[in-house]
C-alpha cells in the first residue's frame, strides 16, 4: 500500500498541483451577485442654489460578475456621483444610475433601489423676521407682565426662496411666569423646525420680562398717628 503512494510521487504531487490551480481557475471565474450600499454624491451645487427637496443619501445596488473581480470591489472605493454644476432652479431627475458607478471592466449592475432620483434647486434667500417671545403660567397673583423686550429683536434666516416666503417670524421656546414677582431677564433657544432653510448666526435671544403690580397696596395709617388725629 505505501509502496502505491510512493511510487511515481513527484507525478502525483504535479497532478494535485494541477487539480488545486484548475480548482481555483474555475471557482475564480465563477460568477457571483453582490449586494452594496453605495453613497449617492451631490457635487458642485451652484452657490446661489440650495436643494429644496429629500433625496436619498444612500443607494441600494447588486453587482454580478467574476469572483475574482467582486473580491477586489470595496464598498468604501464605489459612489454615485451627481453633477449639479450646471442645473437651474427647477425639478430634474437624473436616471441610470448605474451609469454613474466607477466599476472596474467586466462587472455588470443587475439592479439599482432606487433607479432614479429627483432634485429639485430653488434660489438661496436671506432675510431678518421678527422674534415672537413665547410665555407661559401666570405671575403671583396680584401681579402681571408689564413689558417684554428682546435682543436680538429680529433674527435672520437663510435657505430655499419658496420656504423663506411662507416664514413671517420665529418664536422662542416657552419662557415659564409661575410664581413670578419681579423683573428678570432670559437666554432662551429660538424654535424652528423647518426644512430647507436655517439660521445664519444667532439661535438664541435674551428677553427681559418687567413684571408689575395690578394694583397699588394702600399705605396704613400708623396707630400713634390716628390716635392723635381722634383727640383733636
Given at each position: 500500500m505505501l509502496k502505491l503512494l510512493t511510487e511515481?510521487?513527484?507525478?502525483?504531487?504535479l497532478s494535485l498541483?494541477?487539480?488545486?490551480?484548475?480548482?481555483?481557475?474555475?471557482?475564480?471565474?465563477?460568477?457571483?451577485?453582490?449586494?452594496?450600499?453605495?453613497p449617492l454624491e451631490l457635487q458642485k451645487i451652484p452657490h446661489e442654489l440650495v436643494i429644496a427637496n429629500q433625496v436619498p443619501s444612500l443607494i441600494d445596488v447588486r453587482i454580478s460578475g467574476p469572483r475574482t473581480l467582486l473580491m477586489k470591489v470595496s464598498p468604501n472605493d464605489i459612489s454615485i456621483a451627481v453633477d449639479l454644476s450646471e442645473l437651474k432652479p427647477g425639478l430634474t431627475t437624473f436616471k441610470r444610475l448605474e451609469e454613474r458607478l466607477n466599476l472596474p471592466n467586466g462587472l455588470r449592475v443587475t439592479?439599482?433601489?432606487p433607479s432614479f432620483v429627483d432634485i429639485r434647486?430653488?434660489?438661496r434667500k436671506e432675510k431678518k423676521v421678527p422674534i415672537k417671545v413665547v410665555l407661559a403660567g401666570?405671575?403671583?397673583p396680584g401681579y402681571r407682565v408689564a413689558g417684554l423686550t428682546s435682543t436680538p429683536d429680529k433674527v435672520a434666516i437663510a435657505g430655499a426662496e419658496s420656504e423663506i416666503k411662507t416664514i413671517s417670524e420665529?418664536?422662542?421656546?416657552?419662557?415659564?411666569?409661575?410664581g413670578v414677582t419681579d423683573d428678570f431677564s432670559q437666554i432662551v433657544p429660538l424654535v424652528y423646525e423647518r426644512t430647507y432653510t436655517n439660521f445664519v448666526d444667532e439661535n438664541t435671544a435674551e428677553?427681559?420680562?418687567v413684571i408689575e403690580a395690578t394694583a397699588p397696596v394702600e399705605p396704613t395709617e400708623a396707630p400713634a398717628a390716628a390716635e392723635t388725629k381722634g383727640t383733636r
Open positions: 511515481n510521487w513527484s507525478l502525483k504531487l498541483a494541477f487539480a488545486l490551480f484548475l480548482w481555483m481557475f474555475i471557482m475564480g471565474e465563477r460568477h457571483l451577485e453582490v449586494g452594496y450600499t453605495v439592479r439599482v433601489s434647486l430653488d434660489r401666570d405671575p403671583d420665529v418664536m422662542t421656546e416657552p419662557i415659564d411666569l409661575k428677553i427681559h420680562v
